[in-house]
């Protein structure tokens, strides 16, 4: 028993040496969705409109814009997001919009759970073939270094369970310009609380 407590002990202490440098425990993540049967140009018309991701995603609830759009062709500054997730309510600020190279980012600058220290989301939409695209998101997280420690593999886990979903709901969105069957029984469920 001794020695196992020694172990545990000795495993933290040899983390916490590597982790020193830094003051928070970084996530990287990059998913890509399977191939959208629309052209990129009709994907990007979709996801370049920053307030419509609750209109067709499971996850988002709702969304207000704030602020005078600092990049050409944004339609505002930022959003004030309502998930249905952990994340509760965040504010995300663009830091990124490009109509031409159809990519767009944004980081969280207000709200999210008390271990979450910054978060940024990079958005690309790439053109397959005439008619088909894909839709990237290449995340970064910065969590409390001891929170981050403990769970950075769940948010991981979180992430990955969630990205099938939030893509399929795009794919529908994209293809048939219905919401998908995830998104009406969140909008039923969000009814009957009404």
């Known amino acids: 028993m001794l020695f196992s407590i020694g172990l545990v002990l000795t495993t933290l202490s040899s983390i916490a040496m590597v982790e020193k440098g830094k003051k928070y425990k970084e996530i990287k993540m990059k998913k890509t969705s399977e191939v959208i049967n629309v052209s990129a140009?009709?994907?990007?018309?979709?996801?370049?409109?920053?307030?419509?991701?609750?209109?067709?995603?499971?996850?988002?609830?709702?969304?207000?814009?704030?602020?005078?759009?600092?990049?050409?062709?944004?339609?505002?500054?930022?959003?004030?997001?309502?998930?249905?997730?952990?994340?509760?309510?965040?504010?995300?600020?663009?830091?990124?919009?490009?109509?031409?190279?159809?990519?767009?980012?944004?980081?969280?600058?207000?709200?999210?759970?008390?271990?979450?220290?910054?978060g940024q989301n990079h958005w690309t939409v790439v053109e397959i073939g005439p008619n088909q695209s894909t839709l990237t998101l290449d995340f970064e997280m910065h969590l409390k270094r001891f929170s981050g420690f403990f769970l950075s593999g769940i948010i991981k886990n979180s992430i990955a369970k969630q990205m099938p979903h939030f893509f399929n709901d795009l794919k529908v969105y994209a293809e048939t310009g219905e919401v998908s069957k995830a998104k009406k029984e969140r909008l039923n469920k969000l009814e009957k609380k009404k």
């Open 41 to 118: 140009d009709s994907l990007w018309s979709i996801i370049r409109q920053f307030n419509d991701v609750a209109i067709w995603s499971s996850n988002m609830d709702k969304i207000t814009l704030y602020g005078e759009p600092e990049f050409e062709g944004a339609s505002c500054n930022g959003r004030t997001c309502e998930s249905s997730g952990v994340y509760g309510i965040v504010k995300e600020k663009m830091i990124l919009f490009n109509d031409k190279t159809r990519e767009l980012a944004y980081e969280s600058v207000e709200g999210g759970p008390s271990f979450l220290l910054y």
